[in-house]
């Protein structure tokens, strides 16, 4: 036997010693004066990893040396199939080729290292090492020079450390408020390292468009780092957060969101690094369900005569006619909510008689419809009829049912149909009846204080816009 060519040092303990043979067999490796005459391991496997051919049969432990949780999980005469040791779970699948047989593996629940692919007197060791990969594609035993195809698949040892690395995301809404047109969302974002290894180099990503969002605290501190939807932005150290999450330690985060829209769910990822490579996980918040806003638009109108000239007489084809030029104004009564439509409605003001759109009006204003909007909210009621009175403005007739002109009252109604910029509607209507303190309709009363009733027993309100304006200070 050629010891030049043939350089093994343990296969020499017979002839020269185990210590003078490794020494020879290291010199000469060294020296690059020769190679094994057996090492042909073939080529690399799909993702580009070139095996080195193994002579005997090592085990994980004689490959790698000691690694802590180094673990070895052999499969003799491997098949097509799931296989399991509690730990690792690989599926091969077996092919066979003109080469010769190879397989594809595809693993979970550990960390590869390397796998030796024993075939024939050698076998083929590919180096995984900080690679990260999960699966990889023809890998076969070296090549047998008597034929110049691969060795059969004897067994195979998956040498790794088991475990997986994870990081769980959990978003939810904290609260939702709302301010003119602008909603707020803050989030509460928890990280948490829930897998086997130490993560670092913690990012998020906000994915969801329609919404501007920023990290407002890390750890408890506070923060002020803008997240552009679909970019990977770095959680930067604040408060209990240091950069690096070990396995299962959590931070919490605080992202706030602004839009234009009620319940927006945000959706976020979070993404870390191990030594082996990187994990991910998203989730998203559902401030309908974790923080409801109920659309509440308030909308309120209100109909009077503030003045005594918004009631006159005046001639028209040689008639004396009464025009009555009320003023409105409607409200936005609530302090958020605007109001994107706002249509208000009098069937006796023609301007108004089909409903006019006054809006969108803002939270906490108000429009009036003539002095703001240059409405005509003048119109011309029927003359009422007048009837004889007394000193003491009591009909000379008991079955007279015509009252004074001083109380003659033009109370047609005006309402208002308001939608909220959020969803929902409101409604209101007023008129011009005359009403205390409490709001209650004031009505004409006779000497005794009691109201009195028309002819067909309805009581007659005093108006706001009286056809005479009442004189307090005049005698009876």
């Known amino acids: 036997m050629n010891l030049l060519t043939n350089c093994r040092p343990g296969a020499y303990l017979k002839w020269i010693g185990g210590f003078l043979a490794a020494l020879v067999c290291?010199?000469?490796?060294?020296?690059?004066?020769?190679?094994p005459a057996w090492a042909d391991p073939g080529p690399p496997s799909q993702r580009g990893i070139q095996p080195v051919e193994v002579q005997g049969n090592p085990t994980c432990s004689d490959l790698l040396g000691p690694i802590p949780m180094l673990q070895e999980f052999k499969i003799n005469d491997p098949f097509t199939g799931q296989f399991s040791d509690g730990d690792l779970t690989v599926d091969i699948t077996v092919h066979s080729n003109g080469q010769g047989p190879n397989f594809d593996w595809v693993s979970s629940g550990g960390e590869m290292i390397s796998i030796f692919v024993k075939g024939g007197p050698r076998g083929n060791n590919y180096d995984y090492d900080g690679t990260g990969f999960t699966w990889d594609n023809f890998l076969h035993s070296p090549v047998n020079p008597n034929h110049g195809r691969f060795y059969g698949l004897s067994h195979i040892s998956f040498c790794y450390i088991p475990g997986e690395p994870s990081i769980d995301v959990t978003k939810t809404c904290a609260e939702q408020t709302v301010n003119n047109q602008v909603?707020?969302?803050?989030?509460?974002?928890?990280?948490?390292?829930d897998g086997d290894f130490e993560l670092t180099n913690i990012r998020i990503r906000e994915d969801q468009a329609g919404a501007s969002c920023t990290l407002t605290k890390v750890g408890?501190?506070?923060a002020n780092t803008a997240l552009p939807v679909g970019v990977w932005v770095s959680v930067p150290n604040g408060g209990s957060f240091d950069g690096n999450l070990i396995v299962g330690e959590s931070v919490t985060l605080e992202v706030t969101c602004t839009g234009g829209a009620l319940n927006l769910a945000n959706k976020i990822s979070g993404h870390g690094d191990w030594a082996q490579g990187s994990v991910m996980d998203m989730d998203s918040s559902n401030p309908a369900v974790e923080c409801p806003f109920a659309p509440d638009p308030m909308v309120?109108?209100?109909?009077?005569?503030?003045?005594?000239?918004?009631?006159r007489l005046m001639g028209m084809g040689g008639h004396l006619v009464v025009e009555v030029c009320p003023e409105i104004v409607v409200s936005n009564d609530s302090l958020t909510e605007p109001l994107s439509s706002v249509i208000v409605t009098d069937t006796q003001i023609p301007a108004l008689s089909g409903g006019v759109q006054v809006g969108p009006l803002a939270p906490n204003t108000s429009v009036a419809l003539g002095a703001d909007l240059g409405i005509d909210l003048c119109y011309m009621p029927s003359m009422p009829e007048v009837a004889a009175f007394d000193d003491h403005g009591t009909?000379?007739?008991?079955?007279?049912d015509k009252y004074l002109p001083s109380h003659s009252g033009f109370l047609n109604t005006a309402s208002v149909l308001a939608a909220g910029q959020f969803g929902g509607t409101d409604t209101d209507s007023d008129d011009t009846a005359l009403r205390d303190s409490q709001g209650n309709i004031l009505y004409l009363l006779d000497e005794f204080g009691q109201p009195v009733p028309d002819s067909e027993g309805n009581l007659i309100p005093l108006s706001e816009c009286p056809l005479c304006a009442p004189c307090p200070d005049c005698p009876n």
């Open 26 to 35: 290291a010199l000469m490796m060294t020296m690059g004066i020769v190679q």
């Open 183 to 193: 909603v707020t969302t803050r989030n509460t974002v928890v990280l948490d390292n």
């Open 220 to 222: 408890g501190a506070a």
């Open 300 to 311: 309120s109108i209100d109909k009077d005569c503030p003045d005594e000239s918004d009631v």
């Open 395 to 400: 009909s000379t007739d008991p079955s007279d």
